[in-house]
Every structure is written in C-alpha cells, then in structure tokens.
C-alpha cells in the first residue's frame, strides 16, 4: 500500500539514506550543493512536493516549481530511492495522473535533465514529454530540455 504526504525537510533526510551513489554524484553535477540541501530546497520552493511511502520507507519525492508569478510555467522535478524498480509499474500510473492534472494548472512543464539521468530521460519520454537535443550547461555539463504542452 503507498501513502503520499506533503513532502517536508525530514523527508530529504529519509530519501538520502536510499539513493544510489550514481544518482547522488549526478544531482551533484546538476547543481554543486550538498544533495540533502538541494533536496530540501526543491520541497521549499515547489507550490506542491509530495513523498511517497510504502511499508519499508519512502520511495519518492517529486514536485512542481513555478519560476515566476508571471508565468504559467512549471518545473516539474523527481528524486526516486534505490527502491524504486521494485514498483516502478504502479508509480507509472501515478506520474501519468500527476502529470495531466499539473498540465490543468500549467501550459507548459519544464525542466534540463543531465545526459547522464537515462532512467528519468526515459520517463520523461514516456510521460509525453519531448526531450530535445543536448546543450551546455554551467561548468560544460550537458542537459536536455524537456518539455511538455498542453
């Protein structure tokens, strides 16, 4: 059974103990701060963040950034745990569900995924979104930009 719950600072902390080094060292690359920190920071600047739950701990946390009162933009954002491929399947259906009711709010969602993400290229793909062609970002990183219309 999962549980969703606003995502608090306290969740940051949980999340840390089950992500893969990968995924820390690429977070690291995205933006060069403490992860745990990052990660806190993105649950304070969402307009929603939520964390997902199941009986062994969390499994998730993901939100929606507006960058500006003047737009309808958002960012949409994803930090997912080690256990995450054991319930990837029903997770699916949540991203899908999330993503059609953010795009209600939001003519278009957002964001630069690092080339290295693979995994979260690939759910962008898979949840509409288009993922464009590589391009430099600070420190000669590559990210793509994805995109998603109404």
């Not at 690359?29 to 745990?36: A, I, L, S």
């Not at 920190?37 to 997902?52: C, K, N, Q, T, Y």
């Not at 259906?93 to 953010?102: H, L």
Request: glycine share 6%; net charge negative.
């Amino acid at each position: 059974m999962y549980r969703f719950e606003r995502s608090t600072k306290e969740d940051a902390a949980e999340i840390m103990e089950r992500l893969d080094k990968e995924i820390i060292a690429q977070l690291y690359d995205f933006r060069p701060f403490d992860t745990e920190e990052m990660i806190v920071d993105l649950i304070e600047s969402s307009e929603e963040a939520w964390s997902v739950f199941n009986d062994s701990g969390i499994l998730v946390i993901f939100g929606i950034i507006r960058p500006s009162l003047l737009t309808d933009k958002g960012w949409p954002w994803l930090i997912s745990s080690t256990e995450i491929g054991k319930h990837k399947r029903n997770l699916m259906k949540g991203c899908v569900i999330t993503v059609e009711y953010w795009l209600k709010q939001y003519s278009v969602l957002e964001n630069y995924i690092p080339t290295g993400f693979k995994r979260f290229l690939r759910w962008a793909e898979w949840n509409g979104f288009t993922v464009h062609e590589p391009v430099h970002g600070t420190g000669g990183r590559l990210f793509h930009r994805v995109e998603k219309r109404r």
